[in-house]
């Protein structure tokens, strides 16, 4: 990316302070736990989260409507520790839904949004402004940190859902001949020097899962995992995955419950 | 004709069934049609990436299906004897290009994403998966290294048809690799695939330093 | 549209400690967008910081400092629950002001 040197170069700004400049070589060897480690706890994903929370309980849409009637597994209006027990077959839709899929089902149904509406602008504008969805995603997600993943596999949609998201993650198409498998089914590989987790493994799983969606410090933007796997397919040379769609949310269902058991530490802070 | 079928008829159709299932498997019959209509239903054109890309050819077909199994002898030999029948040697018998245009090709990623241009040309992205020089240490490990690939290996026809076929189709050597098929998938072109001939061979070529 | 920043003010002994997450898109005015269009200028060019109505640091940003910039600080001279305020000022005129108590 152009301007990735301007988005690494992390604004510092240290005045009647105590703390010691960091030498330029420590800088350069690890910018990103330098980074950690100043923030001490805190996330730049935290702008979207109160953002996120705020939209969540503001009357919005055309019916004016907040979300706290919005069913997200738990229960209406139910936040803490959704999202470590999500994707999860609803009866009312009839589907295997994901947290994203979901908050666009509630913006619909409970304040009026249009669906097209709101996906026309799912991953904000692509590179600069974010969508109140991604700052919901935010909230929601930030409410189940430190929760242990325990995704559900009680109904046959469930369970179908995860048989389709493995097929999907060993399917093998498009110009490359890649699938989710030709760069996440084994351990300690790269591309260029990106570490890639091998999601086949319980361990792989859980550390990527856990860890998405994240404050991406390279784009400045806090991305959902809808994005990692709409990003994944076009550099899989596929066509656009659809946001909320069954293959979308097969394969989260086959992460997700490969991640479970683990402790839930998104929204991470990721290169 | 019959508008009913004779109940025999019907049996003899049903044991035809099963033997075409049991000889020659096309692609199609191989990953379940559940699979296939998930991908058409949650995926929508975008710039030249159609959705005529979720289609398997039978290679992709055979290495789906046998991608958490070993690969029988059989399908291995299939496989690779398919790859082979594919491959298109250099019209006027030369191998080499320009081991300089060869490096900018390695280190390009771009070319047949949705957001690629069509009008500019496509990359190798060889640094993704191989290291090749020792200039650049932003090399993934994907694939093995290449560094010395014709010191090493010598400068001959025969070692240069092979790695010729190899970046053309892999299949034909290894299947299932997870190496793209360049040449026969149209990736490259054979000029660039020359020049990417150049920055494995030629002794100037930073990969033989 | 600004979206609120997230403070922390924690005294600890005499000292405030000051860490503050700033949404904005601070935009150099020398970056091209994927279509190739030059993104307009908008970055941060003024900060200020007041405990109880005093001034306690003023800053002057410029397209050099990152997105979402990361502020951290330490001050003394102030109590707990008193209240620390951050305000800014882009270069389109556009301002925001956000205000936690000492913790």
């Known amino acids: 990316m152009v301007y990735f040197s301007k988005r690494c170069a992390m604004a510092i700004l240290l005045a009647w302070g105590a703390v010691a400049p960091l030498s330029a070589a420590e800088a350069v060897a690890d910018p990103l736990s330098q980074y950690r480690e100043m923030l001490g706890g805190d996330n730049p994903a935290d702008l979207w989260v109160s953002r996120g929370e705020a939209l969540w309980t503001e009357p919005r849409g055309p019916r004016k409507a907040t979300l706290v009637q919005c069913d997200l597994g738990l229960g209406a209006g139910v936040v803490k520790g959704a999202y470590a027990r999500l994707p999860r077959y609803f009866s009312e839709t009839g589907a295997v839904e994901d947290l994203e899929s979901r908050l666009v089902s509630c913006m619909v149904q409970f304040q009026g949004f249009k669906r097209e509406e709101i996906l026309a602008s799912r991953f904000g504008d692509g590179e600069r402004h974010s969508s109140d969805l991604e700052a919901l995603v935010a909230y929601v997600v930030t409410a189940s940190k430190g929760e242990r993943m325990a995704v559900p596999q009680n109904t046959s949609q469930e369970k179908r859902a995860y048989s389709m998201g493995k097929a999907i993650f060993f399917y093998r198409a498009g110009t490359h001949d890649f699938s989710c498998a030709t760069c996440h089914s084994a351990d300690n590989k790269r591309i260029r020097l990106q570490a890639l987790p091998n999601l086949t493994t319980p361990t792989g799983a859980q550390a990527a899962y856990t860890t998405w969606p994240a404050y991406r410090v390279s784009q400045g933007e806090f991305r959902t995992m809808e994005w990692r796997l709409n990003d994944c397919f076009r550099q899989q040379r596929l066509p656009d995955l659809k946001y909320g769609s069954p293959a979308a949310i097969a394969l989260t269902e086959y992460l997700a419950r490969n991640a479970n058991g683990a402790v839930l530490a998104a929204p991470a802070i990721k290169r | 004709m019959h508008s009913r079928r004779h109940p025999i008829r019907n049996a003899i159709l049903v044991i035809v069934g099963f033997v075409a299932l049991a000889g020659e498997v096309g692609a199609a019959d191989l990953v379940a049609p559940s699979v296939q209509k998930t991908l058409e239903a949650s995926f929508s054109a975008k710039g030249q990436a159609t959705l005529a890309r979720l289609a398997q050819d039978k290679t992709q077909g055979l290495c789906t299906h046998y991608a958490t199994s070993p690969i029988p002898a059989k399908v291995v030999t299939e496989i690779t004897a398919m790859g082979f029948a594919t491959i298109k040697y250099p019209a006027d018998g030369e191998y080499l290009g320009d081991w300089q245009r060869g490096e900018q090709i390695a280190q390009s990623g771009l070319g047949k994403q949705s957001s690629d241009d069509v009008e500019k040309p496509a990359g190798g992205n060889c640094y993704a998966c191989h290291e090749l020089t020792k200039a650049e240490i932003a090399h993934g490990n994907l694939g093995p290294s290449l560094y010395h690939y014709g010191k090493l290996h010598g400068d001959n026809d025969v070692v240069k048809k092979y790695t010729w076929g190899k970046i053309y189709n892999a299949e034909a050597f290894t299947a299932c690799s997870s190496m793209p098929r360049f040449g026969h998938k149209g990736i490259l072109t054979a000029a660039q695939m020359k020049d990417l001939m150049s920055l494995l061979f030629d002794p100037r070529s930073p990969v033989n330093q | ?103």
């Open chain 3, 1 to 103: 549209m600004s979206y609120p920043m997230k403070i922390r003010a924690t005294l600890s002994g005499d000292k405030v400690e000051v860490k503050a997450l700033i949404a904005h898109e601070m935009e150099t005015g020398f970056r091209k967008d994927t279509a190739g269009t030059l993104v307009p200028a908008h970055y941060i060019q003024l900060v200020t910081i007041q405990c109880n109505g005093k001034s306690v640091l003023s800053a002057q940003w410029g397209p050099s400092v990152s997105k979402n910039p990361f502020l951290t600080f330490r001050f003394s001279g102030a109590k707990k629950g008193e209240k620390l305020n951050i305000t800014w000022q882009d270069n389109l005129g556009e301002t925001r002001s956000d205000e936690v108590a000492i913790t």
